[in-house]
């Protein structure tokens, strides 16, 4: 995968994760679980290909959601770092607080198979 390839990927997975997360904070239930689909697929497909690193550059956005999706998918090779990044999203004022202190739990505790 070229470098812009992959430079393209991490722009898509950003304006992704930025409309999910829009979509959770206005209640769309539908919509952002649908946005967490494509998500999945692309992180997948990230990860299938060994792209896993790149990801890191996410964990500088601005948007919360953003950063916990990276976070998230970094745990099994950047475990401290994604759990920073992830403790930060925890005091945030959006829902999103909820989901991050969740998957911290389910982390620790050996749930989350990535």
């Given at each position: 995968?070229?470098?812009?390839?992959?430079?393209a990927?991490?722009?898509?997975?950003?304006?992704l994760c930025?409309?999910?997360?829009?979509?959770?904070?206005?209640?769309?239930?539908?919509?952002?679980?649908?946005?967490?689909?494509?998500?999945?697929?692309i992180?997948?497909?990230?990860?299938?290909?060994?792209?896993?690193s790149?990801?890191?550059?996410?964990l500088?956005?601005?948007?919360?959601?953003?950063?916990?999706?990276?976070?998230?998918?970094?745990?099994?090779?950047?475990?401290?770092?994604a759990?920073?990044?992830?403790?930060?999203?925890?005091?945030?004022?959006?829902?999103?607080?909820?989901?991050?202190t969740?998957?911290?739990?389910?982390w620790n505790?050996?749930?989350?198979?990535?």
């Amino acid at each position: 995968m070229s470098e812009t390839d992959v430079q393209a990927l991490m722009n898509k997975v950003t304006d992704l994760c930025v409309e999910q997360g829009k979509a959770m904070d206005e209640g769309d239930s539908i919509s952002a679980n649908e946005l967490h689909e494509k998500i999945s697929i692309i992180m997948s497909n990230v990860k299938a290909q060994g792209q896993l690193s790149e990801l890191k550059q996410l964990l500088q956005n601005d948007d919360e959601n953003v950063k916990l999706w990276a976070a998230t998918y970094l745990l099994p090779t950047e475990e401290e770092l994604a759990l920073s990044v992830i403790s930060q999203v925890e005091k945030s004022d959006r829902l999103l607080s909820i989901e991050a202190t969740t998957l911290k739990d389910m982390w620790n505790k050996g749930m989350l198979n990535l």
